[in-house]
T-cell receptor
Framework: NAGVTQTPKFQVLKTGQSMTLQCAQD?????MSWYRQDPGMGLRLIHY???????DQGEVPNGYNVSRSTTEDFPLRLLSAAPSQTSVYFC???????????FGEGSWLTVV | GQNIDQPTEMTATEGAIVQINCTYQ??????LFWYQQHAGEAPTFLSY????GLEEKGRFSSFLSRSKGYSYLLLKELQMKDSASYLC????????????FGAGTQVVVTP
């Protein structure tokens, strides 16, 4: 049982480049989300989805796009990377009981 | 506004007990979660409280008072491997599944 899988684990980007962080879950969870984690600031919600075809903004959505074409996948797109987007990104999913969040292993992104 | 407050760091001795407090102010409330996160790793689920009272799971217990907007995580019989960051998170009701996380409490266990 793979759980939540996100790739890549590490990435270095130049300012202005675009890229996609991939996230997939095999637990048939309706809810998926993306967080970023910065020192001293905890996890902040970027975008989330409560089902295929439905997405919404979280606390810090600017500079990021998401889509949810299938239940399994929830990719996060950085449109034009900026140094302020240097962070650790976590994808998460939650089942309908709503009592446990499952996190992916994280993606360390550096924008230079 | 929405706010989750927890102490930045706590230090305790191996074998001791540590209590990590968390206060929250959210637009609606649908449950309080505690997560453990070791450096360089993803958070892992510890506990979930939605009703007032104490939930016990082995060496870890979590308490919730909805009227006070207050929770704590109690770690008993501390072990060196318990050195980690502990995250408090509240699920709000303005949208199901929307979480507000605290900044985390770094627990340092000393020999």
């Amino acid at each position: 049982n793979a759980g939540v899988t996100q790739t890549p684990k590490f990435q270095v980007l130049k300012t202005g480049q675009s890229m996609t962080l991939q996230c997939a879950q095999d637990m048939n969870h309706e809810y998926m989300s993306w967080y970023r984690q910065d020192p001293g600031m905890g996890l902040r919600l970027i975008h989330y989805s409560v089902g295929a075809g439905i997405t919404d903004q979280g606390e810090v959505p600017n500079g990021y796009n998401v889509s949810r074409s299938t239940t399994e996948d929830f990719p996060l797109r950085l449109l034009s990377a900026a140094p302020s987007q240097t962070s650790v990104y976590f994808c998460a999913s939650m089942g309908n009981k709503g009592n446990t969040i499952y996190f992916g292993e994280g993606s360390w992104l550096t924008v230079v | 506004g929405q706010n989750i407050d927890q102490p930045t760091e706590m230090t305790a001795t191996e074998g001791a007990i540590v209590q990590i407090n968390c206060t929250y102010q959210t637009s609606g409330f649908n449950g309080l979660f505690w997560y453990q996160q070791h450096a360089g790793e993803a958070p892992t689920f510890l506990s979930y409280n939605v009703l007032d009272g104490l939930e016990e799971k082995g060496r870890f217990s979590s308490f919730l008072s909805r009227s006070k907007g207050y929770s704590y995580l109690l770690l008993k019989e501390l072990q060196m491997k318990d050195s980690a960051s502990y995250l408090c998170a509240a699920m709000t009701t303005d949208s199901w599944g929307k979480f507000q996380f605290g900044a985390g409490t770094q627990v340092v266990v000393t020999p």
